[in-house]
């Protein structure tokens, strides 16, 4: 960190640059989403053009059907296509992936024309128009959780199916939605498929809750090959009650999942090698009711985990060890839950839920998405030669001054003016991609275009790892 002149910075200044980067990062925006009846958001993933695909559930005014619920949104939230889809008695999507052919694949839940819950998978063109859907259950609740294109250009599906009890099923689906094989798990007293992925190999392993009667239930792992029969299968947290709710392929070739622990409940984190075996397994917030229901691997080998702490979204990272970077909770101010998050291109966080506790698919009155600032630690690379001295001309300056600056590489970067106690004035670059010679004008006017008062101000350029810090005076 560097500044120009002579001018002592302000404390408040100097905390504001010299907060260390492993900090939790604020709210860049968010939206609430839905009407006056119930609205959900279940899955979430960042697209090629800088937008948001969601998926979830949402009710027409005036009626007590639901339907499954795809929208894009733009970088800034809002949207730009919705489509609905189902039988229109009470259906959702719980997740949703991208498919080669650059469209979408959905599943969850449908209480479909046979009148009872099914498993619901449909297939979009890249605008949300229908290509082809599939019901798949018997007389009794199913449910779809998870779905990923697999290697063939098919899908496998992760959800639960009642035979003689609840079990958990996976359904391999070819690229038009024909059903090559079904499979359930379990021995039918309560488990749940909760999410799954493909192996390197071409096999599949989904994580859930193996529950073995009256209160019992632990974590689940389960391995099977490329046609659904069982390789290896283990449960974790004993002598606790656990659940899995997210599973990963992590960078070294082995596994890792979250969910809850304890009856409190706690996080709860394990990474187990390539057959299950457990490396290391972690829980956290002890004293307080914490779910994490979404795992992603970060670019520098931690996790970030997103769920529910109390009554607010939560968010937390970790090392690649499982120790605690920081966590934080985002609040709309009535009961909030996180479901599904991303890893954005830009190292923040896109989270969608809803604002009002329960479980999928039931009582949700609004869909909640929000996105984060960059949280630059976990880049896996920073810029190589830092920041090129922040200069300013004119200075002193009495209409528009211009604020120069050169990057050695693309990177995103954050321009902000402040006064001498501190307090941000006007956000001038926005972790906007910079790259090369840049040149930003500023006209002595704070956020709502007022003019201020002659003075000192104080420029803040910052790309995550490296700042600089450049007064400015302003002459009426």
Known sequence: MSRCGRFLLPAAMVFIIGVSQAQPPD??????????????????????????IVAGMKSLVSTSVTHAWLLKLNQNGSTQWQELFGPGIHDNFISVCHTEDGGYVMCGSSWSYASTLDLYVVKTDSTGTLEWEV????????????IVQTSDGGYIVCGSYVETGQ????????????????QTYGDGITHWGKEVIQTPEGGYLFCGCYGSGGSDADAWLVKVDQTGTVEWESTYGFPAQSDAYSVLLSADGGY??????????EAYLVKTDSSGVVEWEETYN???????????????????????????????????????IWDTTYDNGVVEECYSFAVTSDN????????????????????WIVRTYPCMEIGD???????????????????????SFELP?????????????????????????????????WDGSDASGNPLPSGVYLALLTDGYTSEVTELVLVR
């Open 27 to 52: 709210i860049y925006w968010e939206r609430e989403l839905g009407g006056s009846e119930s609205d959900g958001a279940f899955s979430v993933l960042e697209e090629p053009d800088g937008g948001f």
């Open 348 to 367: 923040g966080f896109i989270l969608c839920g809803d604002t009002s506790a329960g479980q999928p698919p039931f009582n949700y009155p609004n869909a």
């Open 286 to 324: 002890s004293s307080s009711y914490v779910i994490t229901s979404d795992l992603q691997q970060t670019p520098d080998g931690g996790y970030a985990l997103a769920g529910r702490k109390g009554g607010d979204f939560y968010l937390m990272r970790v090392d690649g060890t499982g120790q605690l």
């Open 409 to 441: 590489g693309a990177t995103y970067v954050r321009l902000v003016i402040y006064d001498v106690n501190g307090h941000m004035i006007r956000n001038l670059l926005d972790w906007e991609t910079m790259t090369g010679q840049v040149s930003v004008s």
């Open 381 to 403: 690379e920073g810029l190589p030669d830092g920041i090129c001295e922040l200069s300013v001309y004119p200075n002193p300056f009495t209409g528009t001054t211009m604020l």
């Open 256 to 265: 890792a999942f979250c969910g809850w622990r304890n009856w409190t409940p």
């Open 167 to 182: 079990k958990a099923c996976l359904l391999k689906l070819d690229a038009d939605g024909n059903t090559e094989w079904f």
């Open 135 to 146: 019901f798949y259950g018997g007389p009794y609740e199913d449910c779809a959780r998870s």
